[in-house]
């Protein structure tokens, strides 16, 4: 990524990774790539706000010695622990061994139990202030955005927030800013991003929101550690976390199935039609051949979600249970459900799916739909009836 001075004094010196194509132990699948960021701030102390996953340290180092000598580095703020913003650390710090690190006290403690560097940590709280000269750092505590141990940090003389994966996107290009960007291509990676890591974090996001909200702090640009600068509508980014973050949701339906011999598959074509026919938006997916990451992502703004399954064993299908635990883990709340499947001799999916919806929070609206072994012309006009009264559910319950 090519160094860009983004403020007066403050430059963009992170990289780009161009080629990762799988997150968090290859739970989302980042097919733009990704971006590490770091922001560079100088004034009469120097400071460098987050640095890059590991294998990028020498890239990053390169950036800085473009605009100073690394060991003129007086401060590093560590907004988050987790090694794809933290990896250039140790590297870092044996050019500026006399640099402070500057993070929360879990912060403290989990660079401790990567690393077990001993560096000079100064651990900060909400309302600690870093003065570097004419420029401040701000910090804001920021648990479980999405760790522990996260925070923001604000530089009120330059209205700047760098959040670290707050309002972030994974997102390879070299196109630094929001009004450069596709604008499609960005809240779809945002969205993504939000759905596929936040989600269950809604109310602890809506919170922090509201209480900077309170702060007063004019915000003129967000900065995130993955992603795109915000610079010509940060508001832009901020109303959509506050609408994901509440679950507001649309008339909106997906299906998302697993067949066995296509019995089941047949049934969700059906369904779908007749949500469809309706004037319902509504997307379908075969999860054993479908991007888990966009599923996900198409299900957050979704108001119905059906799940359907082959019983295998006397359950669901191993793709899609293993991709209902994931759901279970996201936790989305407003939302109604069924469920549908083919079975032979005996069936036990439907009731399976049934069971993982509840305990995920999402209300059902009615009995599952079976149909043994294929369903024939009486048996798929019961499933497109069935998709014509679950969109009756989304229109009379969407808010």
């Known amino acids: 990524m090519p160094v860009l001075k983004i403020l007066p004094d403050i430059y963009s010196v992170g990289v780009i990774d161009w ?63 987790e090694t794809d913003h933290s990896g250039g650390l140790p590297a870092l710090m044996k050019l500026c061994p006399r640099a402070k690190v500057l993070g929360t006290a879990k912060c403290k403690e989990g660079l401790y139990r990567n690393y ?22 701000n910090f804001i505590e920021a648990p479980m955005i999405h760790w522990p141990d996260s925070m923001f940090t604000y530089c009120p003389q330059e209205e700047l927030l760098m959040p670290n994966d707050a309002f972030g996107q994974h997102y390879a290009t070299s196109i630094r800013f929001d009004d ?12 993504k991003y939000y759905a596929n890591i936040l989600l269950p974090l ?32 940060p508001m832009k980014i901020i109303n959509a976390y506050l609408s994901w973050a509440k679950n507001e949701t649309k008339p909106k339906a997906v299906v998302m199935y697993e067949t066995m011999w296509g019995a089941t598959e047949k049934m969700a074509g059906k369904i779908a039609q007749g949500i469809m026919d309706s004037g319902i938006n509504v997307k379908i997916f075969n999860i054993a051949v479908t991007d888990r990451t966009q599923m996900v992502k198409e299900m957050l703004d979704a108001k119905g979600l059906i799940f359907g399954s082959s019983t295998h064993d006397n359950g669901m299908l191993p793709n899609i249970a293993g991709f209902l635990q994931f759901v279970k883990g996201l936790t989305p709340k407003n939302r ?63 808010i």
């Open 19 to 81: 080629n990762v194509r799988s997150f968090h132990g290859h739970t989302y699948s980042t097919n733009r790539g990704t971006t590490y960021n770091a922001y560079l701030i100088l004034d009469d102390k120097t400071a460098l706000v987050d640095t890059v996953f590991g294998p990028f340290s020498e890239e990053l180092i390169a950036n800085i010695r473009q605009v100073i000598p690394v060991e003129k580095i007086d401060y590093i703020i560590a907004n988050h622990v």
């Open 116 to 137: 077990y560097g001993n560096w000079d940590f100064q651990v900060v709280k909400t309302g600690d202030k870093l003065s570097l000269g004419k420029k401040a750092l």
């Open 202 to 233: 809604g109310a602890v996001i809506l919170k922090k929101i509201e209480e900077i909200q309170k702060m007063n702090i004019p915000i003129k640009m967000i900065a995130p550690s993955h992603g795109i600068i915000w610079r010509k509508d």
């Open 336 to 398: 109604i459900g069924c469920a549908f499947g083919s079975h032979g001799w005996a069936g036990g999916a439907v009731k399976e799916i049934e069971g993982v919806l509840r305990e995920a929070g999402i209300n059902l609206t009615r009995e599952g739909l079976l149909v043994k072994y294929a369903p024939d012309e009486d048996e798929l006009k019961r499933c497109y009836e069935y998709g014509r009264d679950f969109a009756q559910k989304i229109s009379s319950s969407v």
């Open 180 to 191: 450069e960007a596709d604008p499609c291509e960005l809240m779809d990676e945002a969205a």
